[in-house]
């Protein structure tokens, strides 16, 4: 086989299994997003106080469900 052909086929197999398991990308982009919004958390907390973590649940429980609707 080709470095073409394997190419080819690499992408046919991975465009098949994202069609068929959309939860996939799905659960990416959620731990996407739950890992910036504890990011933006932490980086506040340098800059301030230290985050209450109840606090900090809330807002990024707030931002998931947002992703929901």
Do not use: Q
Not at 6 to 14: C, G, M
Not at 18 to 44: G, H, M, Q, W, Y
């Amino acid at each position: 086989m080709t470095n073409p052909e394997i190419k080819n086929l690499f992408k046919e197999a991975l465009t098949e299994v994202l069609e068929s398991r959309p939860d996939l990308i799905e659960n990416a982009v959620l731990n996407a997003v739950e890992d910036i919004s504890l990011i933006k958390a932490i980086e506040e907390g340098d800059k301030k106080d230290y985050v209450n973590y109840d606090k900090l649940m809330k807002v990024m429980d707030r931002k998931i469900n947002a992703l929901d609707k």
